[in-house]
């Protein structure tokens, strides 16, 4: 499996809300949005702070930031469900394999 794909299998561990917190939010959210003002700051704002600081362009960042933690959010929901429906499989296949050795050896 890939350092994602158990990095989220870990974190299911801890819990649907600290899931959602840290991969939806964090590892999907805030990272899109930091990538958007990079993004911003070098293509609309041409590297002047100045103008990227300026009260209206604060509310403009600050209305994606709320937006992209939303997708954030949902992204984590997702995956988790996502995940725990997986686990649930593997560990029915597992049961079903148990019970057609035993099966076998009987």
């Known amino acids: 499996m890939s350092k994602r794909k158990n990095r989220m299998r870990e974190r299911i561990k801890e819990g649907r809300t600290s899931f959602i917190v840290k991969e939806g939010l964090y590892h999907f959210g805030i990272k899109l949005w930091l990538l958007y003002m990079l993004v911003s700051l070098i293509i609309s704002y041409q ?12 509310i403009r960042s600050t209305i994606y930031l709320l937006v992209f933690l939303a997708i954030g959010a949902y992204w984590g929901f997702i995956w988790f469900q996502v995940h725990t429906s997986e686990q649930k499989r593997e560990e029915e296949l597992k049961k079903e ?3 057609k050795k035993k099966r076998k050896s009987n």
């Open 47 to 58: 590297f002047d702070f100045s103008v990227m600081l300026s009260t209206p362009e604060l």
């Open 97 to 99: 394999k148990t019970g």
